[in-house]
């Protein structure tokens, strides 16, 4: 079965800088986009960041431009997530997502971002 399995969070100060990594298991990795979603307390949950499979496009949320950046190493079957210049509003569970038929999301793991 698919699995999905964030590591990396923790508490940063502001301007701090966190790499998020997301394990998969149970895909055919290289051949899958991956994606990035968050979610604040009291918020919905929001795309962060996406790569393509192939050619290994990404594209951003405009809140995360220039600070996040997305990669993936298909020989590890792994995604990341570089996160610098954290701002208090960063602070979220962020959660790794692919679709295969249906959508898959691992147990998300907490980024807060406080002095």
């Known amino acids: 079965q698919v699995q999905l399995v964030e590591s990396g969070g923790g508490l940063v100060q502001p301007g701090g800088s966190l790499r998020l990594s997301c394990a998969a298991s149970g895909i055919t990795f290289s051949s899958h986009g991956m994606r990035w979603y968050r979610q604040a307390p009291g918020k919905e949950r929001e795309l962060v960041a996406a790569?393509?499979?192939?050619?290994?496009?990404?594209t951003y949320a405009d809140s995360v431009k220039g600070r996040f950046t997305i990669s993936r190493d298909n020989a590890k079957n792994t995604v990341y997530l570089q996160m610098n210049n954290l701002k208090s509003e960063d602070t979220a569970v962020y959660y790794c997502?692919?679709?295969?038929?249906?959508?898959?999301w691992g147990q998300g793991t907490q980024v807060t971002v406080s002095s």
């Open positions: 790569i393509t499979s192939v050619r290994g496009l990404t």
């Open positions: 997502n692919v679709v295969q038929g249906s959508q898959y």
